[in-house]
């Protein structure tokens, strides 16, 4: 009788364990950020299966799987990870500190990133694909591949084009490479061929993002297909009550930029520009401030960030590429400095502006190779804060990362939520985002395409770049004795 209980007791046991599903991860007793919906869901399960979110709910959920890992998260705060959409990789002699750039991302909760062109696209493209099939660790990479621009460029790497058999060219050159989007400046190339270039590319399929030629305003850009608008100061003409005046006359010849600028910043109208971004926002048309690279060298007279801890991290020679932009800036005298801060501000000043006419933001930093002390990783923690600085809500600050990012892919199906069936790049944090925006830095673990990486993991990745960085350091140093 006795036997024939236990023998009873040990079934009821194993068939209750074979019932149950497996799971890879369980994070317990969790607070949700919704984003979306601006909200926190406390109490939460969230149960992950290989690299997806099978199932999200109240503490009981969990009782249905078994697992390996299980994390008692009480106290602790879970949202989609982070999206930075304006990067470099670049410098034909730095291929190996750019790459050493990829984990700094990871530590900081970027998971993303969109590579807006540099001069070594071919190993940024060789990265994107090790990093898709974990040879490689580093954040999913969408690029652009080489940048259009006209002949004489300055900028190395350029796909330099002088007509539009040459732009198609170009084009078919792109799509073997299978870039995600096309980048367009207008450094070199003529005004007509960049509206050609946008509708051209937007013919293919391709979402194009650029700098905005002053020959044309800024609805005639969005008019032709411009997706996105980078670095915030383009926008400045847009709020212009003189917009096609000046537009014309640099179209024509008759006025030099500096004069241009000048118009612009003393013919700013509250109602014209609120006009204009409406008409953006009508054509989906999406700006990517990058506002963080820009107060850097704007202020690059009351902060030289020759003490930022996070030098540690980056290499030598990818250091020495922020020297242009500060020696162009220690030229500067007092007058230049105070027209440098006042561009700045008045830049900064159209978030309010832009967010009312419903213009949609996304989070890019610029960081990379050449733009000074603009760091990878924790620049977008940065960026997010400045926004929210210069009016932006908190909720529309993360939503212009970890919602607007995958969106400008298409791939909100994927992204964007803790929710079931989403892809398990999650961030985890010590405190509450829409509290603080500066919260976002208090990262305890991140959870990349379902592996758990907690604090320790995290900071060995930093760790591990520092050392990498002290060995050349250390390299060059003893050959500079020799």
Not at 420 to 434: E, F, M, S
Request: with cysteine.
């Amino acid at each position: 009788m006795k036997a024939t209980l236990i023998l009873s007791l040990l079934f009821c046991f194993s068939s209750a364990n074979a019932q149950l599903k497996k799971a890879d991860l369980i994070l317990n007793d969790i607070t949700i950020v919704d984003v979306a919906n601006n909200k926190l869901i406390p109490h939460q399960t969230v149960v992950i299966v290989k690299d997806r979110i099978l199932e999200v709910g109240a503490k009981a959920i969990g009782k249905k799987y078994q697992t390996s890992q299980l994390i008692l998260s009480t106290g602790k705060f879970i949202m989609p990870s982070l999206w930075d959409m304006h990067v470099h990789f670049g410098g034909d002699t730095l291929k190996e500190e750019n790459k050493w750039l990829l984990p700094l991302y990871l530590a900081a909760g970027v998971t993303a990133v969109r590579d807006c062109a540099g001069d070594i696209s071919l190993e940024v493209l060789a990265w994107k694909k090790s990093i898709a099939n974990g040879q490689l660790e580093g954040p999913t990479i969408f690029t652009s591949g080489p940048k259009l621009e006209g002949p004489k460029s300055i900028w190395p790497g350029d796909l330099e084009i002088a007509n539009e058999t040459e732009m198609n060219l170009a084009l078919d050159s792109l799509k073997k490479l299978q870039v995600d989007f096309i980048k367009i400046t207008d450094n070199a190339l003529d005004p007509a061929l960049f509206l050609a270039s946008i509708k051209a590319s937007r013919k293919r399929g391709w979402k194009v993002s650029g700098h905005a030629p002053v020959q044309y305003t800024l609805n005639e850009l969005s008019d032709a297909g411009l997706s996105t608008v980078e670095h915030l100061s383009y926008l400045l003409r847009a709020a212009s009550k003189d917009e096609k005046h000046i537009t014309l006359a640099r179209r024509q010849g008759t006025i030099s930029a500096k004069d241009a600028n000048d118009q612009l910043m003393q013919t700013m109208d509250s109602v014209t520009a609120m006009r204009n971004f409406k008409m953006l926002a009508a054509n989906g048309t999406a700006v990517v401030p990058t506002m963080n690279g820009s107060r850097v060298v704007s202020y690059l007279d009351q902060n030289n960030h020759q003490q930022d801890d996070y030098l540690k991290y980056l290499g030598p020679a990818l250091k020495r590429t922020y020297n242009w932009r500060v020696d162009r800036a220690a030229k500067d005298n007092p007058v230049a400095i105070a027209a440098r801060h006042q561009n700045f501000e008045t830049a900064a000043h159209l978030i309010p502006w832009l967010y009312q006419a419903g213009v949609p933001f996304l989070a890019g930093t610029d960081a990379g190779y050449l733009n000074s002390y603009n760091y990878p990783g924790i620049g977008l923690h940065q960026e997010m804060a400045m926004m929210v600085h210069y009016g932006l809500s908190i909720h529309e600050a993360l939503k212009a990362s970890v919602i607007n990012g995958p969106a400008f892919f298409n791939l909100s199906k994927d992204f964007g939520a803790v929710a079931p069936n989403k892809v398990a790049d999650l961030l985890i944090l010590d405190a509450n985002p829409l509290a603080n925006i500066q919260n976002t830095q208090k990262i305890n673990s991140l959870i990349r395409k379902g592996v758990y990486l907690d604090r320790k993991a995290l900071d060995k990745l930093l760790s591990d770049t520092e050392q990498k960085v002290k060995t050349k350091e250390a390299a060059e140093n003893k050959g500079s004795k020799i």
